[in-house]
C-alpha cells in the first residue's frame, strides 16, 4: 500500500507541475497574442500589417510547447484515471476519484483557454492577412504609377473605407448579440406572465359568475329608480297643470 501512496503521490504532484507550468505558459502566450496585435497597430502605416518573423516564430514554439503540456497533463491524468479504478484503490476510491475529477476539470480549463486564444489569434492574423495584401497592392500601385495620384487617392480611401466597415459590421456584431440576449430575457419573462394569466384564467368561471349577478343587480336598481323618477315627474306634470 505503500508503494501505491507513493505512486499516486507522484502523479498528483506531476499533474499541479503540468497545471503550474501550463497556467503560465497560457498567460505568456495571452500576451504574446495581444502584442501582436499592438505592433501590427503601431506598424500599420509604415510596415506590412503582420508581426514580424522572430514573432511569428516565438508564437508557432509556444504553440508546440503549449500542446505538449496539454498532452502530457492528459497522460497523466489517464494514469490516475487507471490507478483511481484499481482494485488496490479501492478503500479510497471516493477520495481518489474526487481528486481525478477536480484535475480533469482544471485540464479541460486550460484546454479550452489554449483552444479560445488560438483561435482568436488565427481569426486576426487571417483579416490582417488579407488586409495586408490589399495594403501591398496599394503600395505597389502608389509606386508604379506616380503620374495618376489621383487613381491612387481613390485607392486609398476604399481601403480606408473598408477597414472601417469592417469595425463597423464588429460593432454590428457586438449590438446584434447584445440585443439578443435581451430579447431572450424579454421572451423568458413573457412565458412567466402568460403562465400567470392562464392560472388566474382557470379560476375566472367564478369571478365572471360573481360580476355578472353584480351587473344584474346593478341594472335592476337602475331600472326600479328611473320608473320611480319617471312616475314622479309625470305626477309633478300633472299637478303643475292642473
Known amino acids: 500500500m505503500a508503494t501505491n501512496g507513493d505512486y499516486w503521490e507522484d502523479l498528483r504532484k506531476q499533474a499541479r507541475q503540468l497545471e503550474n507550468q501550463l497556467d503560465l505558459k497560457l498567460v505568456s502566450f495571452s500576451k504574446l497574442c495581444t502584442s501582436y496585435s499592438s505592433n501590427r497597430d503601431r506598424r500599420e502605416d509604415t510596415a506590412p500589417l503582420l508581426g514580424g518573423p522572430a514573432q511569428d516564430s516565438m508564437l508557432e514554439a ?22 483511481a479504478n484499481s482494485p ?24 479550452h483557454e489554449y483552444h479560445k486564444t488560438r483561435g482568436n489569434f488565427l481569426s486576426l492574423r487571417e483579416r490582417e492577412d488579407l488586409l495586408g495584401s490589399v495594403h501591398r497592392d496599394i503600395e505597389s500601385f502608389k509606386s508604379g504609377s506616380g503620374v495618376n495620384n489621383r487613381r491612387t487617392e481613390l485607392f486609398l480611401k476604399e481601403h480606408h473605407h473598408l ?10 456584431i457586438s449590438i446584434a ?5 435581451n430579447m431572450t430575457f424579454q421572451r423568458g419573462m413573457l ?8 392560472t388566474v384564467a382557470k379560476r375566472l ?3 365572471n359568475s360573481l360580476i355578472q349577478r353584480i351587473s344584474l343587480r346593478k341594472r335592476r336598481d337602475s ?20
Open 62 to 83: 509556444m504553440t508546440v510547447e503549449l500542446e505538449q503540456l496539454l498532452a502530457r497533463l492528459t497522460g497523466v491524468n489517464g494514469q490516475m484515471a487507471e490507478y
Open 88 to 111: 488496490s484503490a479501492a478503500p479510497q476510491g471516493a477520495a481518489l476519484m474526487h481528486t481525478l475529477q477536480r484535475h480533469r476539470d482544471i485540464l479541460q480549463d486550460y484546454t
Open 163 to 172: 477597414r472601417n466597415s469592417d469595425r463597423l459590421i464588429d460593432g454590428a
Open 177 to 181: 448579440m447584445a440585443t439578443k440576449e
Open 191 to 198: 412565458k412567466t406572465i402568460q403562465q400567470r394569466v392562464n
Open 205 to 207: 368561471p367564478s369571478v
Open 223 to 242: 331600472l326600479i329608480l328611473g320608473s320611480v323618477i319617471g312616475v314622479c315627474t309625470i305626477i309633478l306634470l300633472l299637478y303643475t297643470f292642473h
